[in-house]
């Protein structure tokens, strides 16, 4: 029986090329680092001496010392006359800057010391690994032997690990349950350097607000206090600073959103304030203007008689120049036209530069500036202010010019890793595709065997293409041996292509055969329209923006049109016998007959506003846990109900322990002790079920035989739903832990409707209920995922249950911990496919045991199937992208959703992983 | 909007043409072929009918051109989408009794039962009921598809008339409720007479373009454009509008195609 083969290692090859297409095409679309594509050794160092003859020179640094005052999560609205009274009052400046994405630390501290935009994919390098910066304002102030000084953010020191003098960093600046110790060892710090004074410049990183606002958000009542904690500090240096020759930068890493998180681009998240202070300056400006981050680089090493470090694309901020004398600031602003124009000459060419716009404008200034520099040296008197100023607007203006037109060319392809990600990603779930859709024909067409032959033609055709590429330099790959493996995917993605052609060809031109080939699968037509339109909303930013509001629409109208297709059948098959009598009382009994599902789409609509519950999250705490046992209760034994219900209990008390719902009073060092002996016990009543659920499933081998190996692969698999749906439930945020019941309850209901709705059809088909099943396990799955908060934006991932019981960071476990709380609902939803598909049993709807088994169909048509729904709309969103390349929004809106489904993938393929492994060991097919 | 309005306008009108056209040349060459299947009166009053859904339409479509202001379309008092509407549904009920006329004659036992209970209490009752229930049902699926639940009711009732006007309320109008009922739910019932069939088969496109458009208005909700008829019901009664004329000239499609061939066939011969 070819049709009911096994498919899973098949599936599993798929998806693996699938996620290595997927790297390929993210390695190629946001290039690693911009510095390699750039030769930035060709553009001029050095400050310029002379202006069309006349000597100059640089000015010395205008301040004794610096201060940078960084408040990680500091956004715009946060420092305010009450919030932080002595810096708004004693501020000299108030700015704003504009700051790129992604607004997450490490990116930005590279923009704050170079004066770069930074690579969208830092994002993910954020949290992993961090290489060293080649040139930065501290490498600057290294080379003049300034003493720098650093307390904060561990980040820095990673990123500069020899550049300060004296460093102090706190050991783990992601782990986000501190709110006040690093703080506090860094005013420490800050006490002890102001006492020593021997430091140019001193970098202070404050992440307690940070770590506030992801935890509790941005209302949270701590805010306050720790905005009032940093004005303190402020307040400290002021008064410690009185009589030198300071400067004093309070500013903000990148913003919050609404809700704590960052990572997007909302005007919370990307504009952060600048407060200035000094000595005696005059406050006279009133409204804020506003800059980009990356002004502040030029501006600071003009400030410390510094070289502009080379990648630096910014502006100067006026603001900040005050204190210099007239002739020290026109050669500021001429200094840093004047290094933007030797960027622009490296990056465009001698010749276009000279033809453009800006270089008049930079002839003019520079004119103006030198018929300026004699009556200014002479003392100032002569100096014509009209000059002056329309020379400083000249100079303004180029280098506004320039520095936009950097920042766009700054986006840069690998097209040689996009064509080929993209070839293999489309590839593969084309080749999936028409694999399920032709399961009975596979043979036919050849799709399922590896072929030697075809391997080896697409074997010489990919060290070809290789080669070629490499010689036309499409790919561009420092290592050879890199290069050398790069003919593997080639291969590869040649070898299924020739697959797809073949399996298309015969499709479309049946050779031989009398009848055209015959789809294996039936194809509904409103679920075919209601995933063909997810797919093609994913085509507009708003509708990526919005996307929760496709799924709920889409995923509710299906399964109300199941339930009233199913009604309408079941009302008129009753009707054929009654012959229109009654006809009131049948149609009330059937519709009463489906209440249930009308229950769960209530429910389904209840979910929306979850949100709105926090008043009463106790009771729908205790609710939930309750609903969620009684559910787990159904299909455990005895004694795993008891241990999986003492489990939920312990969930219970942890939330008390911390506050989030209605418990015990207790006094805060018993709270402290009881809360890891909590946790403890929740991880042995855990392994507990986890133990029994396997102890029942593998008895001694002795008896082995008289569970058939169906069960026992199905009594593990429910051992890991449960163990799984335990685990998020004490991850989960209080209101969310409803969602996993209901979910249970929804993906049951919906099954029951779908074999309902097949059974009442006139034929029936096995395969119509398996797609009716997975298309709405998709969506279900999909719904709770936004259910739960979650966006395509990446100030929506909840960092929080990752240190759950954690005491440091360790990235493994906070990774697992983050994925399992933010997918939980795909993950579980797909379990739970697996076991009711192995479960099922269509006895209980009127339906005798079917030839083939029901069941049996789990790995041979559920799996690939499902994989094919994950994979298509991925592959379409990649190619979406290259098209949508040079759009406005790409950066914003696009890219964030393209890591997202990437890690769906990726996400489902490790679930997948395991699942298969079970299917391996434990089904032995008797 | 108006573009909309005019294209409809113009298809109408083109419409309306050609079917005189064909009426007059079917007029002429009636004589000729008197065993012809094609059904003159039939087709006469599916072009009436689709004619005068086409005209409710327009006339609401006016009248939105005319208010310029799209509030008012979700209040009941100050919408006057929902009795246009109604008044149509009215006049097509009319219309299919006034083709019905000439077959009472041949009226069945049981149609003729069916046709003197038209309006005993009971059925008036019935089909109020299942009117009732209907938009009930309505209000439900719009709060399920996404409508407000603490709020914008009367937008939703609304919403929910006008989907029952353009879907159950043909029916229930011509057959009475336990009529509606049965032609939902059997398969050929029987005292249907051929006339209100004709009338059926076009109400069901009239529905179906109805929902379709409904549910599709609601594309235009997430788009991040800020325009005031994008608020929650504008898009659905305008879908719901659209689509019921977009099923009604696709009705008409296979009218006049229908006509076109039987044309053709008798020209030819």
Redesign the interface.
Known sequence: MEQHKSRLGYTLGMLSLFLCGAVFFLIGFFPASYSVAEDDSSVPGGRPTSLHGVKLEPPPPSYDSFILFLIDALRDDFPNATSMPISHSTACEKLSLHVDIPTVTMPRLKSLTTGTLSNFIDIALNIGHTEQLEDSLLHRLKKQKRVVSFAGDHTWVKLFPSEFTRHAANNDSFFVNDFYEGDKSVSKVLDSELQQEDWFLLVLHYLGLDHIGHVEGNTSPRVQLKLREMDEAVQKILEHKKSSNYLLMLSGDHGMADGGGHGGNTPEETLVPLYLYSRNCSKTTAGSKRYNQIDFTPTLSVLMSVEIPTPSIGCLIPEMLQSMSLEHQMYAYFYNAHHLLNKARVKFGHDQVRRSDYYTWYQNATLLHKKLLQPLREGGSGASNVHYQNAKLNYMRVAREISSLLSESLVKFDYGFIVLGLTLTTVTSLHIVISVLYLDLTQQLQLDSLKAGQLLISLAMGILLNLTCHGLDLILISSTWHSILLTIPITLSVYLTFDVAQALLKIALPPIYTRRLKLSIPLPLPLLACFAIRTLTLGSSSFIEQEYKTWYYLGNSLILLTAFRTLRRRITKANVELDGRHLYTVASTCLWQLRKVFVMLMLLTLMRYLHRLQAIRSTITIFSLLLLWARLHHHNQLLQSVASGAALFLVYCFRGLNGQVQFFELAPYLISRIMVPTLVMFWCCLALVLVLGYLAALPQTKSFGDLPPRQVLLQLLQTNLTCSLLLSALLQKVQNIILLPVLLVALQQSYKLCDVFATSARKFSVRLVHVYKIILTIFLARMFYFYQGNSNSLSTIDLTPGYIGQTSYNPVIVGFFVTLNTYSAEIHAFLYLMVHTLRADLRNVGIMQLQPPYSIAADSLIVPLYAALIMLPASFYLCLMVGFRYHLFIYSVFSPKVLYDCYTVLVFYLVFLVTSLYFKLFKNDA | MERSTTVISVLVSKEQAEARKSEGENCNSLDLNMVSRFDQQKTKHQLFHVSLSLATILLCMAYMQYRRNWAHLGSFWDSLVVPIVFLGELLKVVLARFYGRVEDGVLSLKQRQKKSSYFTPKEIL?GITLQFLCTLLYA??C????AP?LGNYEQTFVLALLMTLLTVSPTVFLLGG?GA??V????K?DFVTKCEDTALNLFKYNALGGILGA?AG?VV????WGRDWQAYPIPNVIGALLGSALGNIYACTHVLYATAKVYMTKKRS
């Open positions: 019935g439900f699926i709060i399920i598809l996404g639940v336990g009922l049965q939902c739910f059997c398969e019932p549910w609601s909700a997430p788009l991040d």
